[in-house]
């Protein structure tokens, strides 16, 4: 099949991954074209050039808002950019002859312009429900030119007033990089991720202070002014900042971590953090919010039901004690990028041949 990729612009899908979705990007559009396809990646120019990428966003305008969430007027700079940049792409993507679009970049454009163009369209919805994507997909019901994926059951009961019928595939993770600690030798619990309000890093933050464990945390900072006015302010001599980590070191700290801590501040469909704890073998403590108590068990993780500090960390006591073997069990069983693959490369190939099959539909009538 020759595939039309479309990224989330706010990024590069370049390692390190400021995110999940950076990754994800990444591992599919690799294993795709070790599987023999033809793909094109429609993302930011910085993007690693093995992937075949076909610019959409040059470097002068690719600039990630990392400042302030309340900054609006850079907030509508990158917008307008964004929508520019996905009008021309689907105004130009028949040149590219796709048998099959594979869209995951989050912007209504690509589904409202998906009726324009010949090529089926595979949406993965890797957001709660959004004003913008809520309405357009609404609208592209009655054309049904898209089929419609979630990454968990949550945010497809999520997304089911307005994609009834969207399947679930799991996001995988490659089990092979990810070496499994079957015995933890550090005296810390572990947060890692985007540094943004949504992730929650303040409660983890005094969540680990009550529990009276060490915290390292890891990740690069997406929002300036929450970074400096809420969490710097918290942080003390038992409280490290490690920075934005490659893999290899990533793993080597959750792997050594005690536990695992994910405080999710929003209906997260998915987050990959949780696989790749649980494939180096460690245990989680969270907040039973979004996806999280679906992908996890009583034998790999903790979870408060809400953002007490107090109950979270008591989350993190028990979840210290938990089984690391059935931690990287769990991963091995759900979250193989793999296994993933497969079951994306089937409905790639179902979409096209549905799309040859009303096409000779209509060449009878």
């Not at 966003?57 to 509508?76: A, G, Q, V, Y």
């Not at 796709?98 to 998906?114: A, E, G, Q, R």
């Not at 991720?193 to 690069?220: E, F, N, S, T, V």
């Not at 929003?266 to 989680?284: H, I, K, R, Y």
Request: aromatic content about 8%.
């Amino acid at each position: 099949m020759k595939i039309g990729i479309i990224a989330h612009l706010k990024y590069p899908i370049s390692k390190p991954f400021m995110g999940g979705l950076e990754a994800f990007t990444y591992d599919i559009c690799q294993r795709l074209l070790a599987r023999g396809h033809d793909v094109l990646l429609y993302a930011c120019a910085s993007s690693d050039p093995i992937l075949n990428v076909k610019p959409i966003l040059c470097e002068s305008d690719h600039k990630p808002i990392t400042s302030s969430r309340f900054n609006s007027r850079e907030l509508s700079t990158e917008f307008i950019t964004t929508h520019h940049a996905y009008v021309e792409m689907m105004q130009d993507i028949d040149s590219d002859q796709l048998d099959v679009i594979f869209n995951n970049s989050l912007n209504y454009v690509p589904i409202m312009m998906s009726a324009l163009v010949k090529a089926p369209m595979v949406t993965v919805l890797h957001t709660p429900p959004i004003f913008e994507l809520k309405n357009a997909i609404r609208h592209e019901q009655s054309f049904g030119n898209i089929k419609y994926i979630s990454v968990s059951k949550s945010n497809a009961e999520n997304w089911k007033n307005y994609a009834p019928d969207c399947e679930v595939i799991p996001n995988g993770i490659d089990l092979k990089t990810w070496q499994y600690y079957p015995e933890s030798d550090g005296d810390y619990i572990f947060w890692f991720g985007r540094i943004h309000p949504d992730k929650g890093l303040h409660l983890a933050i005094q969540a680990a202070k009550a529990a009276g464990k060490k915290l390292k945390i890891a990740g690069a900072i997406s929002d300036t002014f929450y970074y400096e006015e809420v969490i710097l302010p918290l942080v003390d001599d038992n409280i490290e900042l490690i920075g934005h980590c490659d893999q290899s070191r990533l793993n080597e700290l959750i792997g050594n971590a005690q536990a695992c801590l994910i405080t999710p501040c929003w209906d997260e469909p998915f987050g990959l953090v949780v696989a790749e704890s649980l494939a180096c073998g460690t245990p989680v403590a969270g907040i039973s919010r979004g996806a999280l108590p679906d992908l996890l068990s009583k034998s790999t993780g903790s979870l408060s039901q809400g953002e007490d500090i107090d109950q979270l960390a008591e989350c993190i006591v028990q979840a210290t004690r938990l089984s690391r073997k059935d931690c990287r069990d769990r991963a091995e069983h759900y979250f193989d990028v793999e296994k993933m693959t497969d079951q994306y490369e089937y409905v790639l190939q179902a979409a096209v041949q549905n799309n040859k099959q009303k096409g000779m539909k209509f060449n009878v009538i």
